[in-house]
């Protein structure tokens, strides 16, 4: 089973750009659907989009669409979310993962997570 | 949006117990319907895969079964390494949406 491990920033100040890398290993980046996910402190889960290992697929939460870019990069077997103009309300643990049969839509494989905080 | 409903919020069980999670959507999804174990510091587990197929490796304590936009998860006999956040969530639509959770702790 392929391992997903998440890296970025863990604090980013208002306004700003969260960036975050999702590294793949253990297994090949092609064939699959990929995801980011993300928890508040103390709420549930909200998914924030998919990208295709092809990279000519994407389907982004309507919510965050305007503010939300994911992209692949195959070669260095990892993808990317980039989240603009956070506010406290972005204050998450985001995880990745892939999906489990090509759909897309079943998540079978996730990593642990990275906190990231919103904050001056 | 699909809209997912989990009762309960949390519930606390005795090991040995049999204990259940319902999920309920806000229209018929079935059999698009998963579950998933969430443990602090530990990568989300898939359990349920299409309401009802075990994911490999998971204990066959667990169960999932429903129908139209009514599901539960089942523990037949809850262990102390089930203490853990539940989430169900749809796969019907392209916007994925998950439950509330349910917190289970062990008494």
């Known amino acids: 089973q392929v391992q997903l491990q998440e890296s970025g920033p863990g604090l980013v100040k208002p306004s700003e750009t969260l960036s975050l890398t999702c590294t793949v290993s253990?297994?090949?980046?092609?064939?699959?659907?990929w995801n980011w996910i993300r928890q508040p402190p103390g709420k549930g889960l909200e998914w924030i989009g998919l990208?295709?290992?092809?990279?000519?697929?994407?389907y982004y939460n309507p919510s965050l669409k305007s503010r939300v870019t994911i992209s692949v990069d195959t070669s260095n077997k990892h993808f990317s979310l980039q989240l603009n103009s956070v506010t406290a309300a972005d204050t998450a643990v985001y995880y990745c993962?892939?999906?489990?049969?090509?759909?897309?839509?079943?998540?079978?494989?996730w990593g642990l997570g990275t906190l990231v905080t919103v904050s001056s | 949006d699909i809209q997912m409903t989990q009762s309960p919020s949390s519930l606390s069980a005795s090991v040995g117990d049999r204990v259940t999670i319902t999920c309920r959507a806000s229209q018929s999804i079935a059999p698009f319907l998963n579950w998933y174990q969430l443990k602090p510091g530990k990568a989300p587990k898939l359990l349920i895969y299409a309401a009802s197929s075990l994911q490999n490796e998971v204990p066959l304590r667990f169960s999932g079964s429903g129908s139209g936009t009514d599901f539960t998860l089942t523990i037949s006999s809850l262990q102390p390494e089930d203490s853990a956040t539940y989430y169900c969530q749809q796969s019907y639509s392209t916007l994925l949406t998950f439950g509330g959770g349910t917190k289970v702790e062990i008494k």
């Open positions: 993962a892939k999906d489990f049969d090509g759909s897309g839509r079943i998540l079978d494989s």
């Open positions: 990208i295709h290992f092809s990279g000519n697929t994407k």
């Open positions: 253990g297994g090949s980046i092609s064939g699959a659907y």
